[in-house]
């Protein structure tokens, strides 16, 4: 049907009552739905990372994930406004979604719990899919609510979809900048949620009056939110990771720093020269037989974590300068609270990117600079290319040594491939590793040297055998057949995650 001259509207009869919904409360719920859409996705990545890892993988599946829901709310919820009147279903869509949205943090935790039966990831991908489909149908159903007339279509489809897509942009940057940076993440969803529940029963008030199912809605949001409100699993969310500090039972001063699920570092308070982890073990071995013994550096860290290894430096080596650029500064602050970190002129942490750091250091002004900078089990790509490693390079002295961590499984793609990318800036490499990792049965840390200067092979074996680690040194030529073909990664090609396989155990 077509409208006539008047703009009688069309597919109505002259006279239909109005909607109830005017063109200012229309584009507050396109806009504020279409900015929840963009929270719940940005909060998904947060709340997945302790069980799932932060690795683009990851990404890629939560980004794929609210895509489908976008896309089918938006072509159920047009379909569904053609065959029931949107009036009767508006609100409850904003409520429901509300409902689900608020109890996802209990529902992934519980599913993680329960992870043996393969419950996380289908639960997660519903927790986002569901009230993503939902929020997305509140759009061509608000459409079809303000589209009294043809002639008026291009300028209703057009201002309600700008509407949309400014408000994804608002939940993106408030999400990012603001939220994730000052609220937890569960505070984020029930407070999402809450907002959600308010809207849908002021939805369904403005378009069909105030009704008995609006306070239904109301009782069953409630009953929702505070099934929400169950503890986290965090000691406290950082803008980056989910952190917990365990103590540990065999020693009373150990502290284990846990970063999303992943043990990132081991702390003794009273001892800074007590180093646990293996890895750490191997740097710190590195550094012993490439300096002379108690001889103060200058060293810069890219990531700090736990800042394990600065403070064995400070320790070992009385008057070492480190400089620490950590992104996160809610891991420092949980440093200084819990772990004991004490910065001063010799220990300066810096919050900023690493390679944003690196690029503020002067050319030969460090002997050593160490790499243990991670997103989950994956090193930020940014730090591994050729580039970075070139400025690494422009930083040391001609006697430096760059020590950098790494985690792989398996084949050791991204080893082989970081290793020959080193390769291809100093003169001289090493890869130390267990024997398994090597033989690509087993999977875990690998540390990788590179220096212009000899490195001395034998000095670092016996150091590493004093520590009792069974690990292996390879080194310059021996290197040729474990690098193999492998790519050097650039800035315009580093497929770090493909290259992992963050499936194995360390």
């Not at 509207?9 to 109830?20: C, K, M, S, V, W």
């Not at 806009?31 to 683009?56: K, M, Q």
Request: hydrophobic share 50%; aromatic share 4%.
């Amino acid at each position: 049907m077509t409208p006539d001259p008047a703009g009688t509207p069309a597919g109505t009869a002259a006279g239909t009552p109005a909607t109830g919904l005017g063109p200012r409360a229309a584009g507050a719920l396109v806009f504020g739905s279409s900015a929840a859409v963009l929270v719940v996705e940005l909060v998904a990545l947060r709340l997945l990372a302790p069980y799932l890892g932060l690795t683009l993988e990851t990404n890629t599946v939560v980004i794929g994930i609210a895509l489908a829901a976008i896309a089918l709310g938006s072509w159920a919820g047009g379909r569904a406004a053609d065959v029931v009147d949107p009036r009767r279903t508006l609100g409850a869509l904003l409520a429901v979604s509300g409902v689900v949205v608020a109890l996802t943090p209990l529902l992934v935790r519980s599913a993680a719990e329960l992870d043996s039966g393969g419950l996380l990831l289908p639960t997660a991908t519903l927790t986002i899919l569901v009230p993503g489909a939902l929020l997305a149908a509140v759009t061509p159903m608000v459409t079809k609510l303000r589209l009294t007339t043809l002639a008026e279509t291009g300028t209703v489809v057009g201002r309600l979809s700008g509407l949309g897509t400014a408000g994804s942009i608002a939940g993106t940057v408030v999400t990012g900048f603001v939220l994730v940076s000052t609220v937890p993440v569960s505070t984020i969803l029930v407070g999402l949620g809450v907002l959600l529940v308010l809207a849908g029963v002021a939805a369904d008030w403005r378009v069909r009056g105030w009704r008995a199912g609006a306070a239904a809605l109301v009782l069953v949001g409630a009953a929702g939110l505070g099934a929400a409100v169950a503890p986290g699993g965090c000691d406290v969310e950082t803008t980056y990771h989910c952190a917990v500090v365990e103590d540990d039972p065999e020693r009373p001063d150990g502290r284990v720093l846990v970063l999303d699920g992943v043990r990132n570092s081991y702390v003794d308070l009273s001892d800074p020269t007590y180093l646990d982890f293996e890895y750490v073990q191997a740097a710190a071995t590195v550094v012993d037989t490439a300096f002379p013994a108690g001889e103060a550096l200058e060293a810069f860290h890219l990531g700090g974590g736990g800042l394990t290894l600065p403070r064995y430096l400070a320790e070992v080596r009385p008057g070492t300068s480190s400089v620490v650029s950590e992104i996160d500064a809610g891991v420092i602050e949980v440093d200084r609270d819990r772990l004991g970190l004490e910065t001063g002129p010799d220990l300066e942490v810096r919050v900023e990117d690493g390679r944003l750091g690196l690029d503020r250091l002067a050319d030969d002004s460090r002997d050593l600079v160490v790499g243990d900078a991670f997103g989950g089990v994956s090193v930020p790509w940014h730090l591994t290319t050729v580039e970075a490693v070139d400025d690494v390079h422009r930083v040391l002295r001609s006697d430096g040594v760059y020590v950098m961590n790494l985690i792989d499984h398996g084949p050791l793609a991204f080893v082989r491939a970081e290793t020959a990318t080193l390769r291809e800036v100093f003169d001289h490499v090493a890869v130390l590793a267990r024997p398994a990792a090597f033989a690509g049965t087993a999977g875990g840390n690998v540390v990788v040297v590179g220096s212009d200067r000899l490195l001395d092979l034998a000095a670092l074996a016996a150091g590493l055998e004093g520590r009792d680690l069974t690990w292996e040194v390879r080194a310059d030529a021996d290197l040729d057949a474990f690098t193999g073909d492998a790519e050097v990664l650039t800035d315009a090609f580093a497929p770090v995650d493909q290259l992992l396989t963050p499936y194995g155990s360390a």
